[in-house]
């Protein structure tokens, strides 16, 4: 038996691909990769290096020199990786507000993408690899066998995002923004990275506003098996 050995998940932010792809990876052993942490490590890079954001091609030297490491997480702080650049470990650090506002600027350049997406692709190459982003199914892994698209209505993807803050940052802490705010920051950034979010033609597109995780991973789990020979 061997099922799909490439498998892309892709949808905007707060449609819940991490937390799917990472659960999925993990019951089918593969290795889970989030292309998303490959650009907020960059951002995270050129800002720490005080570098202007609009450049392209700086921003492109920067990548290609840029020793960015995705691995297994090794401490056990809620992480689902460990993110190093040049061996700095900054898992924690691309979540931050400088690094999400950035991060769709650095993104749009062309010239990272080139880079960005031959990387990923290498890192698929041996297969067994669960891959979660915006152009996975689409450029990155065009001949996946299986392609997923998850959506969800802008409400609901704040509505999970506020939550998750919430579960991090405590109820009470004043740095908490509002479920407002967090909602325009992810139209912002829907705006931004639309360009580059097309489902590709051949994937399952899942509407995921009423439905638990749990329900989600059993439908992709199904697609699994009915694509496993
Ligand atoms: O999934 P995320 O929020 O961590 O992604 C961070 C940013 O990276 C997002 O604003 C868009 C960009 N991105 C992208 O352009 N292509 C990908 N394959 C993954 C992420």
Request: aromatic share 4%; net charge negative; glycine share 6%.
């Amino acid at each position: 038996m061997r099922g799909p050995q490439r498998i892309a998940i892709d949808g905007p932010a707060g449609s819940g691909k991490s937390t799917l792809g990472e659960r999925l990876a993990r019951r089918l052993g593969y290795l889970y990769v989030d292309t998303g942490a490959m650009y907020r490590a960059l951002t995270w890079l050129a800002l720490h290096e005080g570098m202007d954001i609009e450049e392209g091609p700086a921003l492109e030297a920067l990548a290609l020199r840029a020793e960015i490491s995705i691995s297994r997480p090794q401490i056990a702080d809620g992480r689902q990786y460990t993110v190093t650049v040049h061996g700095r470990d900054i898992t924690w650090d691309i979540r931050s507000a400088a690094v999400t506002n950035a991060v769709s600027t650095v993104s749009a350049h062309p010239q990272v993408r080139t880079i960005m997406r031959k990387q990923q692709h290498e890192m698929a190459r041996s297969g067994g690899v669960v891959m979660v982003g915006r152009d996975i199914g689409a450029v990155v892994l065009s001949d996946a066998e299986l392609k997923i698209y998850l959506t969800a209505s802008l409400e609901e993807r704040a509505r999970r995002r506020y939550t998750e803050l919430e579960e991090r940052m405590g109820v009470h802490n004043p740095a908490l923004p509002s479920i407002e705010a967090v909602m325009h920051d992810i139209e912002l950034r829907d705006s931004v990275d639309r360009e580059h979010m097309q489902p590709a033609r051949d994937a399952v597109i899942i509407e995921t506003d009423h439905l638990s995780v749990e329900q989600v991973l059993d439908v992709i789990y199904q697609y699994v098996e009915s694509r496993t020979l």
